[in-house]
């Protein structure tokens, strides 16, 4: 469990901040931007935190 940065996906209307969410693992470089996007946090990284 840890802590990182926030990144989201151009395809996604949430982003992460848990280097253990596997949605957020599983973002396609292509997708792949760094900061929040100006959306929620996801609610899986939510749990992991
Ligand atoms: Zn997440």
Known sequence: ???????????QNVHHNNTSCKTGNNIEPENLRSGT???PLCKECERLK
């Open 37 to 39: 996007g100006g959306k």
């Open 1 to 11: 469990m840890s802590k990182t940065s926030p990144w989201h996906s151009i395809k």
